[in-house]
Structures are given as structure tokens and as C-alpha cells.
């Protein structure tokens, strides 16, 4: 079974800095996507990135990118300048493009802090 | 607004009642989900549908039934609520081989 383990449950960030979320994920696929999502506390999800498996560039949106590490099974998130507004819950999730279902799998979350 | 949209937002149910909650996408998306969301756990899946008529099991199926009779609607029933069923429900819909899930607002329910 596919997991997906994000090992921070908490973050905090100054305001303007860069923060890095982890997440790990296991899988027997060699093709998949890989997603970020954020949940305001208006509960929301919002899609903040994403990644496909056989791409080697890693995905970047504005302040937000990716470190996405294959062998590693690691796909970790990097905000820079952080602002106000990136205050969340943040879900990485893993989702197999086969016919069958495409369900998407979520971590446990790390709820993102900034500081101002 | 083409989207996805549940009803209600929020409930209160005493133990044992039932109720539905339904989920409505204007997309035409071929797959609907339905997730809960609990502190600590992420979301995890209770039931999903490939199709108009078909429907399967996820991750936490007990105590929910689904139907979905319509291409669009994407209904989550409760026979007989219990506590542990206090949380948030969202649902979601994609199309096969696109990236993105649409997801719906939530509805917070609480059983007591």
C-alpha cells in the first residue's frame, strides 16, 4: 500500500524567511504525481504544486518549489519569503494516474506557522 | 461558479440519527471521492465512484453508504451516526489522467 509520511506536525517561520516542509513517501509505481496542498483555516484545499514522477526538473510556482528526490522517495516543499497568507496546514499527496481510481493519498499534515 | 459544492456546511446530529450529505460538481468529472479529515490523520478516503451507478470501499468505509445515481451527485450517508464519526467531510471530483482534484468546502459534522 502506498503511504505518506510528513514528519513535522508543526513548523514556524519569520516572516521574509525560507522554510522547507518534508514529506516521504512509498511506493512500488515508477509513475506517479506528487502534490502540495494547502488548507487556509477558511478549510479550503488549495493546490500549491505538483510534480510527475518521470520529470527529473524539480516543480517551482512563484515563492513555492520542490525538492523532488526519486530514489529517495523524498518530495519535500520550499516557500521562500515567507508571508502571512502561507499560514496553514499543508498535505503532501501522492496519486497514481491509472484507470482504476486516482485517489489521492495525504500525509498527516504540518501546520505552518509565520511569525511576523 | 463551476466547482464543487456540499451541503450542508455544518450539522449536529445525536447518536443514532441519519443523515446525507451531498456533493454536486458542474465539471462533468468522471470520479467523485469522498474524504474525512480528523486532527492528526490527514484525509482519508471512505468511498469513491469511477462512474454514474458504480461505486467502491476506501481507506475507512464503516458506517457510510454512498450513491451515486447521477453523473454529477455524489451523495455520503450515515444510517445510524456515532461520535467517531464527528469530523469534516470533503469531497472531491477529477477527471482520469488530470493532474488536478476539485475539492468542495467542507461540511463539519458533530455527533453527539
Known amino acids: 500500500a502506498q503511504t505518506v509520511t510528513q514528519s513535522q506536525p508543526e513548523m514556524s517561520v519569520q516572516e521574509a524567511e525560507t522554510v522547507t516542509l518534508s514529506c516521504t513517501y512509498d511506493?512500488?509505481?515508477?509513475?506517479?504525481?506528487l502534490f502540495w496542498y494547502k488548507q487556509p483555516p477558511s478549510r479550503q484545499m488549495i493546490l500549491v504544486i505538483r510534480?510527475?514522477?518521470?520529470?527529473?526538473q524539480n516543480a517551482t510556482e512563484n515563492r513555492f518549489s520542490v525538492n523532488f528526490q526519486k530514489a529517495a522517495k523524498s518530495f519535500s516543499l520550499k516557500i521562500s519569503d515567507s508571508q502571512l497568507g502561507d499560514a496553514a496546514m499543508y498535505f503532501c499527496?501522492?496519486?497514481?494516474?491509472?484507470?482504476?481510481?486516482?485517489?489521492?493519498?495525504f500525509g498527516t499534515g504540518t501546520r505552518l506557522t509565520i511569525i511576523p | 461558479n463551476a466547482g464543487v459544492t456540499q451541503t450542508p456546511k455544518f450539522r449536529v446530529l445525536k447518536t443514532g440519527q441519519s443523515m446525507t450529505l451531498l456533493c454536486a460538481q458542474d465539471?462533468?468529472?468522471?470520479?467523485m471521492y469522498w474524504y474525512r479529515q480528523d486532527p492528526g490523520m490527514g484525509l482519508r478516503l471512505i468511498h469513491y465512484?469511477?462512474?454514474?451507478?458504480?461505486?467502491a470501499k476506501g481507506e475507512v468505509p464503516d458506517g457510510y453508504n454512498v450513491s451515486r445515481l447521477k453523473k454529477q451527485n455524489f451523495l455520503l450517508g450515515l444510517e445510524s451516526a456515532a461520535p467517531s464519526q464527528t469530523s469534516v467531510y470533503f469531497c472531491?471530483?477529477?477527471?482520469?489522467?488530470?493532474?488536478?482534484?476539485?475539492f468542495g468546502s467542507g461540511t463539519r459534522l458533530t455527533v453527539v
Open positions: 465539471m462533468n468529472h468522471e470520479y
Open positions: 511506493t512500488s509505481e515508477s509513475d506517479y504525481y
Open positions: 499527496a501522492y496519486r497514481v494516474p491509472n484507470f482504476g481510481n486516482e485517489k489521492l493519498t
Open positions: 472531491a471530483s477529477t477527471t482520469p489522467r488530470v493532474y488536478g482534484y476539485t
Open positions: 510534480q510527475e514522477a518521470y520529470k527529473q
Open positions: 465512484s469511477v462512474g454514474e451507478g458504480t461505486t
